[in-house]
């Protein structure tokens, strides 16, 4: 059973109407209970509790981490930034969701600005599935189409993805590279773009399977840890001549 935890900063909820009138209970609260029966063991945390709920403890025993993030990215310490990044590093899963994209552990682990385009006016969009046979894609259409959705735009300002999943178009032209996956050290990335605060994306079953897809594909293999430093040879040396 893969062991998942929600993070969600839980402020727009608290103080735009619109926000709590879509998720009164908070987007991690909503995204918990559409992935209730895919047969995580999940947990959520925010930022306001101690430690942003992400203390060693959880974090430590936290296969896959789901971010979410908008209006606090500041707010979030750094060490519990470099914390989420050295355990991605190590090998828990991290899955990514919309303005998460400027969230701390995200630009850590991507290294440029994870800037883009943006404009909030509930446009259509429609995600194209361009990567039909990756896990990710698991029993999903060839397109989800979101009546209303905010628009990112590119160019957006991360790494060559490992692998493009998901392609946007929006209603005013825009395209935007919307679900990619990287690797870090021993850790697996998913970035999906859909879910604005004012929209009840999190509410929509392709959304959420996607979701769930990409949880189960940044679930870490286990698998034999790399060693470091210096190390004894495999076989005998020879040194100028002579066996050592």
């Known amino acids: ?48 509790q101690p430690e942003h709920g992400l203390s060693d403890e959880v974090l430590n025993s936290t296969d896959v981490l789901i971010w979410w993030g908008h209006m606090a990215h500041d707010r979030v310490s750094d060490d519990i930034t470099q914390k989420v990044a050295k355990r991605v590093q190590q090998g828990m899963g991290l899955v990514v969701l919309h303005s998460a994209h400027f969230s701390k552990p995200f630009k850590v682990l991507m290294g440029t600005s994870c800037d883009l385009k943006w404009r909030e006016a509930g446009e259509q969009e429609i995600i194209w599935n361009v990567n039909p046979t990756h896990p990710i894609s698991k029993n999903i259409d060839a397109k989800i189409i979101l009546e209303h959705e905010e628009m990112y735009g590119e160019f957006f300002d991360i790494p060559e993805p490992d692998e493009l ?9 825009e395209v935007f590279r919307s679900g990619c996956t990287f690797k870090r050290g021993e850790g697996k990335i998913f970035y999906f773009r859909p879910g604005h605060e004012t929209y009840p994306t999190y509410y929509n079953q392709e959304i959420l399977k996607v979701i769930a897809n990409g949880v189960r594909w940044t679930h870490g293999v286990h698998t034999l840890k790399p060693e470091f430093g210096k190390t004894e040879p495999t076989r005998t040396l020879k040194v100028s001549g002579v066996l050592v």
């Open 1 to 48: 059973m893969i062991n998942l935890t929600i993070w969600n900063e839980f402020v727009h909820e608290k103080i735009h109407d619109e926000a709590k009138e879509i998720y009164p209970n908070g987007i991690h609260t909503a995204l918990k209970e559409g992935l209730s029966n895919e047969g995580f063991m999940i947990r959520t945390a925010t930022l306001d």
């Open 165 to 173: 999943i998901f392609i946007s178009n929006f209603e005013g032209g």
